[in-house]
Nanobody, 116 residues
Framework: QVQLVESGGGLVQPGGSLRLSCAAS????????LGWYRQAPGKERESVAV???????NYAISVKGRFTITRDNAKNTLYLQMNNLKPEDTAVYYC??????????WGQGTQVTVSS
């Protein structure tokens, strides 16, 4: 059974950087599309970055050029490097398959707060 544990969030000033990690167990890395989602207060969860087995990536327009997604298949870990953070990036960040597959549970997420 897949288990996902996100970490690396925190409080950062606008313009700062954070690196999120997603440690996965089970068959998570057998899926082609893996990605990061976020959910801000009062808003729906949205996909912000995806990477496939071949290394191709795709990003939401709002984060393109600032966020970089990578995967380490040997370590079963997915990463999200976030640079030039903005207050609107404040959210709980989750990793999961893209598209979301049934039976793959959500982790607890990691809180990112961008504020001066």
């Amino acid at each position: 059974q897949v288990q996902l544990v996100e970490s690396g969030g925190g409080l950062v000033q606008p313009g700062g950087s954070l690196r999120l990690s997603c440690a996965a167990s089970g068959s998570f890395f057998s899926f082609n599309g893996l990605g990061w989602y976020r959910q801000a207060p009062g808003k729906e969860r949205e996909s912000v970055a995806v990477i496939n087995k071949g290394g191709s990536t795709n990003y939401a327009i709002s984060v393109k050029g600032r966020f970089t997604i990578t995967r380490d298949n040997a370590k079963n870990t997915l990463y999200l490097q976030m640079n030039n953070l903005k207050p609107e990036d404040t959210a709980v960040y989750y990793c999961n398959t893209v598209p979301k597959m049934p039976g793959i549970p959500w982790g607890q997420g990691t809180q990112v707060t961008v504020s001066s």
